[in-house]
């Protein structure tokens, strides 16, 4: 499966799974079902108004039926962080590729190029762009800088095993808990990144931040304490 690394705000290169024409096409799959779904639901609410109102009343109901069809992809991007539906069930979803939250902006151009490609190919352009592009980019993502990457840190959870816990060992930060996986492996990844490029501010900032997270305080130096919250998670999840 093809990756791409994207550089975020902290300068630390992540390295994400570019989500395969395969994942694109099952969660357009689901998407279109769901829209399916909804306009069978719309017109049967809209046939059951008709009965008691006039036909102009129901024409202006039946473009309000419409907008959340039309809208779809732009409203469930912008409001659930460049997921629709189908993308969160695929677990992919939208990213841009200097790093950076996707915006408003960017939402909108994808939406609109996906518009004018369904109108004028049937979809057709986007998946050959897909095939040949160097990050599996549709026009939209072209247009707006976009990509599609992987949600999912299945592959990448092997890197925080710690495969020995010495016996006896007792926890020192035990809210730890309540980080997840995904949460480990960007603090796995932002010490990797930091030590590489010898830049100990960003294990200095991301340290104070989980130290905020977990309403805790410590003399511990930063790397320290970020390799311990490892430790601790390990040691806590150990089993599950």
Request: net charge negative; no cysteine.
């Amino acid at each position: 499966m093809e990756s791409i690394r994207i550089q975020t705000t902290q300068n630390i290169d992540i390295e994400y799974k570019v989500a395969s024409i395969g994942d694109r096409i099952l969660a357009n799959i689901i998407d279109y079902l769901v829209i399916l779904a909804y306009i069978l639901l719309a017109f049967s609410i809209l046939n059951q108004i008709s009965k008691f109102s006039q036909w102009a009343e129901s024409y202006v109901i039946m473009t309000i039926f419409i907008l959340p069809v039309l809208f779809y992809h732009f409203f469930f991007e912008a409001l659930f962080d460049g997921q629709s539906l189908g993308k969160m069930t695929m677990k992919i979803k939208v990213a841009r590729l200097d790093g950076g939250q996707p915006s408003l902006g960017n939402y909108f151009m994808r939406w609109i190029m996906r518009l004018i490609d369904i109108m004028l190919t049937s979809g057709g352009l986007a998946t050959l762009f897909i095939l040949i592009t160097e990050n599996a980019q549709r026009l939209g993502d072209l247009a707006a800088g976009t990509v599609v990457i992987k949600t999912s840190f299945k592959d990448d959870i092997d890197s925080i095993r710690i495969p020995e816990i010495p016996e006896g060992y007792t926890p020192d930060f035990p809210q730890v808990t309540q980080l997840t996986d995904k949460d480990m492996v960007i603090i796995k990844d932002v010490i990797n990144g930091g030590m590489l490029s010898q830049n100990m501010t960003i294990i200095t900032t991301l340290a104070e931040k989980v130290e905020s997270i977990l309403q805790t305080k410590t003399d511990m130096p930063a790397l320290k304490f970020l390799n311990t919250v490892i430790k601790d998670y390990n040691m806590l999840n150990r089993g599950k």
